[in-house]
């Protein structure tokens, strides 16, 4: 792989990570409190970051030998 | 448990953050697959299901402050009055007090029952809230509920106001007949009449 489209893969892997890292972040102060907003913010905002992440993740490995 | 596994994660992700260049070797590649596609993946089911498990504990429900009166009336000192003779006796366990008898509420419901669950909470933080004594359910309370316990036990099946006519018990157990609404157990939470009711005061664990 050359190094401009590995450097394109590592970007990817950093902006995957960093939404991957503030879903599960969100999903961890969630736990601090039993509230039904609690919930919601879990379901509704920390899952789909997380989701976010992981699809930009593999999308990265698909592209990843263009 | 979750949480130790979500922080767990998060470090294992960091570590892709701050050196995606790892991931140019094989180990690098294994190491990224595991924090950002199998353990998100895994520590979001197991914190969907524990958040839902929370959400069936008696303090998840009060804690909206319109329930607080429902929360009260399991207090009243009367043992005709239904959900505070269940609670005070652990007919029930109190800890999941709401959800043992309302199991189809909100988001253990049906689409339409998950989605005025939401709406709940958009009149509780945005709309007009309604004054506990107008709080009603949806639909007449299904004997299921009460069923659930009671079918089978000696009191219910041989209860002389069950038994007095023979068509009672079937329309009883096919739901024709409401548990609550025909006038046989209707002292459910009548939160309204609160401020007239006496109260239990449960003995304080001594140290």
Redesign the interface.
Known sequence: MNETL?LK???K??L???L??A???L??L??LS???????A??FIG?PL?LA??VL??WSLMTAHD | MVPAAIALTMALAMVILLFPSSTRQRGGKILAFFPLFILPAVVGSLGGMEHLERSKQTQFCLSCHVMTEHGRSLGVDDPNFLPASHFQNHRIPPERACYTCHTDYTMYGDIASKLRGLRHVYVYYIGAVPQPSEVKLYSPYNNRECLFCHEGARSFEEGVSHTLEPEIMPAIKSNEMSCLSSGCHDQAHRVATLKDQKFWAPPQPQQ
């Open positions: 590995q893969v590592e970007n892997l950093r995957a990570s960093t991957v890292i879903g599960l972040g999903q961890l969630t736990f039993n509230h039904p907003l609690a919930f919601l879990f379901i899952s997380v992440g992981t993740y593999l």
